[in-house]
């Protein structure tokens, strides 16, 4: 439904790229949108399947967008989603995750009534596991709370493991634009390094408590190999990141010590030691700080051990 005159088309951009599991709810999620200013998107990122994926993205018609490209990761699927919408808007939706009817709607409604209409709009999320049942309690939320978030709090609060669920977002196109599109050469930190993209370019966030998104919690995101090629990543984009921290730290504002906190606590040691090297040099770094870096990193190093014990003991996965 519209609000007022502000009526924009958004692209719902589903990509596929692990099976066909679940994703029949997400494309129902989507089409039971309140909001009708809506196009659909598929991107069947080579889905190893015997075409099962393709088989459900078709039986829908003319109701969404199919489009079937080789295997490149979900960095690779989402560009593509991008690349072919024609809306001004951009919603990420997995295709394991489903939408609230209510989540492109009461994102619109919010941004109608600011100036800005170049923030990015964010919703708030629950997990649910492999039968779509919620995990934990419902939180209450009040839909009068909406707070502008501004980049500089953003970037902190990313580097404080802030649960930030990409599929919450309602992002303008020309975002992307500006920032450039998801890295295709990452496969586990993609949506991270464009969050860093984003908010280094100063765009603040408008944030609504509402629940609108549920996000499947899966198994395979606590395998030791997942966490291995998150480190080599995080080591990959240091190099960007590191000298662009350095310029916008101060000792008011630090950004360069929560980044090398927060790959403490996951010990990728390169990048830890990349970063201190070089905040040294800048005078960014205190001989208190280098002390709390290091308790960090060895609680990163029995971190893993814990996660593990409490997943197995309080999460159910899928």
């Known amino acids: 439904m ?17 099976g066909a599991n679940y994703m029949r709810e997400a494309i129902d999620s989507a089409l039971a949108q309140t909001y009708n200013n809506i196009e659909i998107i598929v991107v069947n990122d ?10 459900i993205a078709k039986g829908y018609g003319e109701k969404i967008k199919y489009i079937y490209k080789k295997n490149g990761g979900v960095s690779s699927a989402l560009n593509t989603g991008i690349r072919n919408m024609n809306g001004e808007y951009f919603s990420w939706l997995s295709h394991d ?11 619109i409604a919010a941004l109608s009534k600011t100036e800005n209409k170049a923030m990015l709009v964010c919703c708030g999320y629950v997990p649910i596991d492999k039968n779509s049942q919620l995990i934990g309690k419902m939180p209450n939320v009040s839909s009068e709370n909406i707070k502008i978030l501004s980049w500089e709090y953003m970037m902190s609060r990313l580097f404080e493991n802030f ?3 990409g599929c919450a977002f309602l992002i303008r196109k020309t975002v992307f634009e500006e920032v450039g599109l998801f890295e295709e050469s990452l496969r586990f930190y993609q949506d991270g390094f464009m969050w860093f993209k984003i908010f280094m370019a100063k765009y603040s966030v408008l944030s609504i ?10 198994s395979q995101q606590l395998t030791q190999k997942g966490q291995s090629v998150f480190r080599v990543e995080c080591e990959k984009i240091s190099s960007v990141m590191i000298p662009q921290l350095i310029q916008i730290s101060s000792a008011r504002n630090n950004f360069l010590l929560k980044y090398i906190k927060y790959n403490a606590k996951y010990c990728n040691s390169i990048v830890v030691k990349n970063a201190c090297v070089l905040a040294k ?7 208190k700080d280098y002390c709390v870096i290091k308790m960090i990193y060895l609680f990163g190093v029995i971190r893993p051990i814990i996660r593990k014990i409490y997943y197995t003991l309080f999460r159910r996965t899928a």
């Open 281 to 287: 040099e800048s005078g960014l770094l205190s001989f």
């Open 163 to 165: 649960p930030i669920h």
């Open 97 to 107: 995750d489903v939408y609230m009817p209510d989540k492109i709607e009461k994102e």
């Open 209 to 218: 408590p509402d629940i609108c998104v549920q996000g499947r919690v899966h």
């Open 46 to 55: 080579g889905s190893c399947d015997g075409g099962l994926t393709e088989q």
């Open 2 to 18: 519209a609000n007022g005159t502000f009526n924009p088309l958004v692209s719902i951009v589903i990509p596929v790229y692990n």
